[in-house]
């Protein structure tokens, strides 16, 4: 058992799309341990994307994160990082293979609809990022 942070990004939360993105987690076995909806502030947007801060994207990225509501999840399940990243699709939506969340909904690379962890000590930071161990069932 494996334990994912999964964001629902503002592009993909004002089409009104998110229960078609988390019907997709579920129909391939992943269980959705925690979930809320907020509205992050730049701060926490940067916050968030602390690793990515000399990268040439980082404002537009944390302006764009912080724009509207989000939906941040804990997904849980087998092999759960890889297999969310598989459901994502690649980062930039006209590389995504077909019937990923990001070629059906993204706008471009970083409009890209969701985040995913890349990696168990990323998962662990930004789970932690978002929730307390009590709210994580
Ligand atoms: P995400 O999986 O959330 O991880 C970092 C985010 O930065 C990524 O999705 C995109 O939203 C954004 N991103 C990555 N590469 C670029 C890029 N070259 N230009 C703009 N945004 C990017």
Same mark, same amino acid.
């Given at each position: 058992?494996?334990?994912?942070? $999964? ?52 404002? $537009? ?55 995913? $962890? ?14 307390? $161990?009590?709210?994580?069932?």
């Amino acid at each position: 058992m494996e334990r994912t942070l $999964s964001i629902i990004k503002p592009d993909a939360v004002k089409k009104n799309v998110v229960g078609e993105i988390i019907s997709r987690f579920e129909k391939n076995g992943l269980r959705i341990a925690a979930m809320k909806k907020i509205w992050m502030t730049k701060e926490e947007a940067k916050g968030f994307y602390i690793v990515h801060k000399d990268r040439p994207f980082y404002d $537009s990225l944390t302006d764009f994160m912080s724009e509207g509501p989000i939906v941040v999840m804990v997904l849980e399940g087998e092999n759960a990082i890889a297999k969310n990243r598989e459901i994502m699709g690649a980062t930039n939506p006209a590389n995504a293979a077909p019937g990923t969340i990001r070629k059906d909904f993204a706008e471009n690379i970083e409009r890209n609809a969701v985040h995913g $962890s890349d990696a168990p000590e990323t998962a662990a930071f930004e789970i932690g990022y978002f929730f307390s $161990s009590l709210e994580i069932l």
